[in-house]
DNA sequence: GTTCCGCATGAATCGATAG
DNA sequence: ACTATCGATTCATGCGGAA
């Protein structure tokens, strides 16, 4: 399967009116979070934030197809000692757009940065808000599952025992639980709340989230030769994820240096991917309790 | 210290204005959310659920003190197949009372309603709203530091390489890959995700969460002598959990049933508290990573 | 006295059927 | 068309009883 990764320079509020409609299968990203100090990364003062993310959402609703998803990375910062409610606005804007606010994943971060303020703890999670076009929309869910509970596994060893009677007796019947759906079964679906820890190498970038973050997302939403889009590509984690799982991609960043160094990168890592994969083995996520 | 624990008959809502003002150190509480609970509450639809809370989170914040807290324990259903806003516009709305929102904590529940659905996961979380009236509260942070036990304690003597390799194959073990970062230190302040489960045992309200979650609260944001109020008690947890603390508490249900399981299991309690405290030890809460 | 195993059940959600 | 009810699905937990 031919895989194409297309890199793209410049603000997306305008790259994205280059793409056609209904072409992209899930959007994926972190934007950059609001900030008082306009020096840092794409700072966008809270009380303007939700004006200046609908445009883009408003393209992004139209490049997504019917059957696809958005999955939104974002955290309210703290302002003044109390969160700020831009996270909680745009939500309710998006539905008026016509997203439907589907879900809300939880990402719970195991090694979150250290301090200590008199007023809070440190902050562990972070929103994944999973929005749509439509109440029917393409999720694999079976391409996430996680390991089993002890409960089960210790279950599943006696199967042999009472289960075996009761499957047995359930055919007149009609009562008992269908054990039947159990025999074979290690995996259990897993939660709305993933656990796994925040990348300790930076890349360069102020806001980048591991990759199993976009794995998990792009192995729930998409299948193999789908397309994914990253309108805040940054150091371009979600596109080499999907490069490596065998799906499109498309990446827009507004910073030079960011774009040259993922371009750079996606060509290198398309030559090594001819080669023997197992060192691309996915990396772990769990996404269970 | 002579502890009262005052449980009081009524609607909230009406109840609240005998209270005086600026007498409560802390106010945990979680109210029916929408249209859960027909059978016992009589449900209040999530069109109408704000204009329902307003009324009585005006009360709240005039009974509160200026140092105290307010955890809304809540979690927004799904309708349609796209969660309700109705705990957003709660939040915004709030704050026009005066309310700051201060946090949101993260109930990350263990054990975790089962069942599949082809758009969605299992709902594994839930908010924990903390609203104050100033930017500066009264705040015990080291009451809740995750303590080394024994237990904890003997495991880390002799790291095993399973110990170091683990990092999420065990449910709820609390210890991650960065074991090592336990050792020479007694205690570890905990992040704003709570981790516990749910309570299996019935209490004869069909929704009561374990008393883990307004311990943790309880002890993070009152002293001994304190105030706690719970104006949705429902089966009490609130108010014995403040007994057993030594905080003083008052409880509001509007249910006679309730209110009358709760009144006689309040005295039983106060004998039994002039007895030997072993068997009243904190059950175990790991809000730590 | 431990450990192990069986069992009920929980702030759920979807889709089909009925009024 | 819109609401009400019901069956099917699913798994971690804690208890009690057994080994």
Redesign the interface.
């Known amino acids: 399967m031919e895989i194409h990764t297309d890199i793209r320079l410049g603000d997306c509020k305008e790259v994205l009116k280059e793409l056609p409609d209904h072409s992209v299968d899930l959007i994926f990203t972190s934007p950059p979070y609001a900030d008082q100090r306009k020096k840092t990364y794409g700072g966008i003062h809270p009380t303007k934030y939700v004006d200046w993310f609908l445009p883009i959402s408003e393209q992004l609703l139209r490049v997504l197809k019917p059957t696809g998803s958005f999955v939104l990375n974002i955290k309210e910062r703290v302002v003044?000692?109390?969160?700020s409610?831009y996270v909680?606005?745009l939500?309710?804007e998006m539905?008026k757009q016509g997203w439907?606010?589907?879900?809300?994943y939880?990402w719970?971060?195991?090694?979150?940065y250290p301090g200590?303020w008199?007023?809070?703890?440190?902050?562990?999670?972070e929103r994944l808000l999973h929005f749509t076009k439509n109440?029917?929309?393409n999720?694999y869910?079976e391409e996430v599952m996680v390991?089993m509970?002890?409960w089960a596994k210790s279950r599943l060893k006696n199967l042999s025992d009472t289960d075996k009677i009761r499957d047995e007796s359930k055919v007149g019947s009609g009562f008992g639980k269908n054990i039947s759906n159990w025999i074979g079964r290690d995996k259990a679906?897993?939660?709305?709340?993933l656990?796994?820890?925040t990348e300790c190498t930076n890349k360069n970038h102020s806001a980048a989230f591991p990759e199993g973050l976009p794995e998990w997302f792009i192995k729930l939403f998409t299948k193999p030769g789908d397309t994914v889009l990253d309108p805040f590509m940054g150091s371009g984690t979600t596109n080499f994820v999907a490069q490596r799982l065998s799906r499109n991609s498309i990446g827009i960043e507004i910073k030079q240096a960011y774009y040259d160094m993922v371009k750079s990168q996606i060509e290198e890592r398309k030559h090594v991917l001819f080669e023997p994969k197992e060192k691309y083995e996915a990396s772990?996520i769990?996404?269970?309790?």
Chains 1, 2 share one sequence.
Do not use: S
């Not at 008199?118 to 999670?125: E, K, L, Q, T, V």
């Open positions: 003044n000692g109390e969160r409610t909680l606005e939500i309710l539905r439907l606010w589907t879900e809300e939880i719970h971060k195991k090694n979150c200590k008199p007023n809070r703890f440190r902050d562990a999670w109440k029917k929309f999720m869910q390991p509970g002890d679906y897993p939660t709305n709340v656990h796994l820890a772990k769990n996404g269970r309790n």
